[in-house]
């Protein structure tokens, strides 16, 4: 009877376990099933950070693309604005110029290349004539002084200068004197001569009212009386000539001596316009029937009237000369040309 | 009076018959040890086959449950992602557009001097113009 109740136990033992089993079971199949409602929550938390980042992107976006926009609009503005601006100081400068070639009449020659632009005029004042070349200078290098033969002591006239260098234009340059040196005539400049940016021998101060003109590396007018070398070369000359007086400079008239105001004589000017053009102009004299000459009063208002903003008097008399070409257009007064020692000439 | 020799005859007889009982009950308590184990067998290997018929059942509910939460997570991840693509195109595009804009910014402060230059040329050219010979007449 024992060993039956002992199989009896052990019958309800796997029976027992079974119970167990399946009833502990359905718990921990629960376990092993996805944890969907923590991942929906996860995934719908997801979603709305990622939507709330294309909200956001979407106006992020709207500006980049408004910013764009608005950059070319200004970069199409500001092109416009440019060739506007462009256009206008275009027309600017033609007015000017315009008004400039109204004030100097019909040009009776012209010329121009890649380097320069000449246009020639006749002067013809009551009591005086000559000539006035207006010269644009593209490439300052165009512009030189020539000492005559290229060589101190020598002299020639400003016809032979032009066509020994194959100039356009020239006209005479600064003032000299002539001295005797071993029985032969020996001509020198007076104050101070620059070619190519150097000077001619030492600086010379003396007498102290000599006024320099001439030339900067940029090809604009510059001039004045330098007590000192530096501060002429402060002004980085590249060609330029002596003499006397300043007529006018930074656009106001300048005061000239006395005795030099009021005589009738030829005259050779060097100037520049506003624009930066330069005016050069020779005045006959000393010829009754032709023309008597010119006060440097009356050229200076001249000048003002004709709007030149720097003027400087070169060496004038028989000196003054107005080559063309190969030729000579005003009527010097010596009758015939006047050797001298430097030249203004421009190339071609 | 019975003879010692049939005494001894009935005394085998009986022995023979104890012996035989005993040989009987034997067989009855093993055929009975037998028949219960065989049932006790049979119950457990019942209980098994339900046990994993169960266990199956279960495993097969939850695959089902589990394959079709997974679809679903997986129908979300895939919207998910091309969200995820749309706005990495997006931010690609507008990187574009941002890097266009700082080179037009750039440009801009570029044509900002090219017409500051051309203006102050301009007023150069109106300052000239005033002095021109006609003007002040």
Redesign the interface.
Known sequence: MR??NL?IA??IA??L??WL??TG??AT?QD???P?EE?RTA?DS??QN?SS??ER?TV??SQ??S??NQ??E??ES??T??KL??N??KK??Q??EE??L??LGAPVKEYASRRVEIKVFKLQELGYRGYIAKVKLFDPKAFKVVLAKDKLGAKETTLEAVKRTGAILGINGGGFYTEMKEGKPYGIHIGNVVIKGKLVGPFNAYPGNLSFSGISKSGRVIGGIFSEEKQLMALNPWQGVSFIPILIKG?AVHPIPADWAKTNQPRTIIGEY??GDLIMIVVDGRQSDWSSGVTLERLIEKLV???V?EGYNLDGGGSSTFVYKGEVLNKPSDGKLRPVVTNIVIMP | MMSEAEQLGINSTQSMMNKRRNTRSRWKEFLCIFLLLLVWGGLVYGGFYIARQYLDKSINNMQQTNAMNMQEVNERLDSLNLELNNLRKEISNTDKTLSSSGSIQVELNQKIEVLDKQLKNLEKSLNILKEAPNARR
Do not use: C, W
């Open positions: 060993v039956v199989l052990l019958m796997p029976l376990g079974l089993t399946t079971l359905s199949t092993l099933l996805l969907m991942l995934l997801f979603q990622l980042i294309e992107f992020v976006k980049a693309d910013q764009k950059y070319e200004q970069h500001l092109n604005l440019t601006a462009s206008h100081q600017s400068d007015i000017y008004r400039i109204m004030m656009g506003a624009n009237e004709l709007g903003k």
